[in-house]
Each structure stands twice: as C-alpha cells, then as structure tokens.
C-alpha cells in the first residue's frame, strides 16, 4: 500500500469512529419509557413478556423481592412478519402489542438516520397525523448531527461505508392516555447495537453496543404511528442488561427476528 493510499485509509477509518462516537451521544439522548405488560392477539399474555408497573428496586433496599430470571434465560420475543412496504419502511403490522412492537423494531433497524433526505421520507410514511412537529424535529436533529460531524446539513453517507443497527431486546409497555383506548398506545425501549462497514469491507473495530432508545406509538384504525402526543406520560425503565434479574422483572425481553 503506497502512501497516499494508506492515508485515505486512516482517514476513512477516523470517519467511521467519529460517526460512531457522535452517534452514541446524539442518540442515546431520545430515550423515555412507562410501564405495563405485553399481550399477544387473543388477549393472553404472552410468552416472555413479564409486567412490569414501576423499576424494581435493588436488593437490600426495600423493595419486592426479585427472582432469578433474566432476559438471556427468558424466552425470547418472536418479531411479528410485516406484510406490506412503503416509503423505504416495512408496514402491515397487525393491532396488538407484539405487532407495536414489531413496528417499532423494523423501524429502527431500517431508519436512515444519518441521511435527512430518505429519513424524512420514512418518517412520513409512519407518523401520526396528530403529530404534525414530529417529522420536521427529527430531520432537523439528524442534520445537526451531520454538521457536528463536518458533513454537509442535508443529504446521504458515502456510498463505500455502510450501518448495520441490530435490536437486541426490547421493553414495550402501555400507556393509558387521555381519550384513548386502552392498548391503542404504546411506549417500546430498544436496546442495540449499530456497527458500520468501511471502504472496501472494513470492519468496525469499535461498534456501538447496547445504546437506548425509546419511540410511542399509538394506532390509528389501520397501522402503528409514531407520535409524539403522549411524550409527558414517559419514564424511564431498570437498564438493559442480558443477566440482570432486575432487567428481566421489569419487563426486557430479548428479541428473536422473523424467519
């Protein structure tokens, strides 16, 4: 390798970190959550979905006692199949908690997050029409973000370096809002991780893992829509971790992807 292309190396590499970087402390800034349980179509609970009213507090402080499992031993969440496509984004979903939920994954796992252009397309094909900021704020964030990284406000990435986001589990929960009914509106934490390929197949050395993000959804007679209506009713949940009883008890579940 001669000089000149080592050089383009090293600083594509450096792209790639600060991206990374910048995106784990633009992100993970978006999160909230509120509490309740997860049932599948028929109305019954559904495997490996725990209820959860408020975070469970530590051992040794007062509160409940807390059991062994945890969400690497619980039975994993299966993704509901979307059926349909618009606008860069899967749809389809059907009414219950596990196909909010599902939304929500798929979402977040295709969303451009760092190309304003095509996000704003996908946003507007998933948001509620009561929510008529929602799309311009998000947009507008992911332009910030791309300033902050010395990219131009608007536009697309470099077509040789590409983002894989991964959902590892999940905490999705119900929100009893003002003239809602109840189970028509939703509050889903995400855990994951984003890895990025660099030119010519370079790998991330230095992946994000396990950041947080949190989206409401409500549904509207046809489809899950992202809003932001129902934001005051958010908090927060016990972190996500794989062995962590409390995790587990307040309601994290590992996600298992659609065949």
Do not use: C
């Not at 596990?98 to 704003?120: I, M, N, P, Q, T």
């Not at 470099?158 to 939703?186: H, K, L």
């Not at 949190?214 to 809003?227: L, M, P, Q, R, S």
């Amino acid at each position: 390798m001669d000089s000149t292309s080592g050089l383009k190396a090293r600083r594509a590499r450096f792209v790639l970190v600060a991206i990374v970087v910048a995106v784990a402390a633009l992100l993970v800034v978006g999160g909230f959550t509120v509490a309740n349980l997860m049932r599948d179509d028929k109305g019954k609970p559904q495997a490996g979905i725990s209820p959860s009213a408020s975070a469970p507090a530590p051992a040794g402080t007062g509160g409940s006692a807390v059991g062994t499992m945890t969400p690497e031993k619980g039975k994993k969440i299966t993704l509901r199949k979307p059926t349909g496509q618009k606008d860069g984004v899967v749809t389809g979903f059907p009414k219950s908690p596990s196909g909010g939920l599902s939304a929500v994954v798929y979402f977040w796992e295709e969303f451009a997050w760092l190309d304003d252009e095509k996000a704003r397309q996908q946003l507007t094909a998933v948001t509620s029409k009561d929510a008529p900021g929602y799309v311009d704020k998000r947009v507008s964030d992911i332009r910030a973000m791309r300033e902050a990284l010395g990219l131009p406000p608007s536009g697309g990435i470099s077509a040789d370096i590409s983002f894989t986001t991964a959902v590892q589990a999940a905490r999705a929960t119900t929100i009893q809002a003002p003239g809602m009914p109840a189970g028509y509106v939703m509050q889903v934490w995400l855990s994951y991780d984003r890895y990025a390929t660099g030119p010519k197949g370079g790998r991330d050395e230095n992946p994000l893992r396990g950041d947080m993000v949190d989206f409401i959804v409500k549904w509207d007679g046809a489809a899950w829509k992202f809003t932001d209506e129902f934001d005051s009713l958010r908090t927060f949940p016990v972190a996500y971790e794989p062995t962590s009883p409390y995790a587990w008890a307040d309601g994290w579940v590992q996600v298992r992807h659609a065949d």
